[in-house]
């Protein structure tokens, strides 16, 4: 079992960055691929990023693609999310999740744990 803390969310101004992390407890971290996800107020949940096991690929939803990175640090147990050029439309609660498949998926149901999700609100 691996439980989730995510950080770094807060407020920004339009075609501004922040950078979210989360955490993970347990040592068998790199065992598991990662995601992030987000939901906005009155939304369904979407995918936003994935991450191999090893790091070695990354996916993103078409909407962020040349504006958010995500990066894993399998020593610090640590997944981050880089993001840039933000706009309105960035603004929800983003959460990361812990799939045991080795590639992850665009799927939140192919994840098995969640963290409490962290705000992020994007002002024009």
């Known amino acids: 079992q691996v439980q989730l803390v995510e950080s770094g969310g807060g407020l920004v101004q339009a075609g501004g960055s922040l950078r979210l992390s989360c955490a993970a407890s347990?040592?068998?971290?790199?065992?598991?691929?990662m995601g992030w996800f987000r939901q906005a107020p009155g939304k369904e949940r979407e995918f936003v990023a994935g991450i191999r096991r090893s790091g070695s690929s990354t996916y993103y939803t078409d909407s962020v693609k040349g504006r958010f990175t995500i990066s894993r640090d399998n020593v610090r147990n640590t997944i981050y999310l880089q993001m840039n050029s933000l706009k309105p439309e960035d603004t929800a609660v983003y959460y990361c999740a812990a799939s045991t498949s080795s590639s992850g998926s665009y799927y939140g149901n192919d994840y098995d744990y969640w963290g409490q999700g962290t705000q992020v609100t994007v002002s024009s």
């Open positions: 347990g040592r068998t971290f790199r065992s598991y691929a």
